[in-house]
């Protein structure tokens, strides 16, 4: 809870961050090759892996537009905006990310380019 005129610093994932639905895409076909490649490690004589679950996690994510209406509605006014941290975290293996995502620190409040960000940070004050 804010007092009137305090700040805060939110940060929320976006919604329209086309790494996201690439790292969603990426997981999804080695999911799908799975068997495949359990039938051909176990040709060349690998032992087969354990299945592994993952939990399934709900992620709210949002994009400008209307991440600022609800902000507003809940009376947040919107003091600064950026868009930071880039990355194809599925590849992190083979590609790492860490210079991919510092190199976004210089994007963060170019609007031509920040949308491809993946996370939203914005700086609100509490209103009357």
Request: contains cysteine; charged residues 25%; hydrophobic residues 40%.
């Amino acid at each position: 809870m804010l007092k009137p005129g305090g700040c805060a610093v939110i940060t929320t994932p976006s919604s329209i961050c086309p790494f996201f639905y690439l790292d969603r895409v990426l997981v999804r076909t080695r999911f799908a090759i799975r068997p495949a490649t359990s039938v051909v490690r176990s040709l060349f004589g690998g032992k087969p892996r354990p299945a592994q679950t993952l939990p399934k996690v709900e992620h709210r994510r949002y994009r400008r537009g209307s991440w600022e209406k609800l902000l507003r509605s809940h009376q947040l006014e919107l003091e600064d905006w950026v868009c930071h941290a880039w990355g194809c975290y599925a590849v992190e293996r083979f590609f790492p990310q860490g210079g991919f995502c510092r190199a976004s620190d210089q994007f963060a409040r170019n609007r031509a380019v920040n949308w491809l960000a993946s996370d939203q940070l914005v700086r609100v004050r509490a209103v009357k």
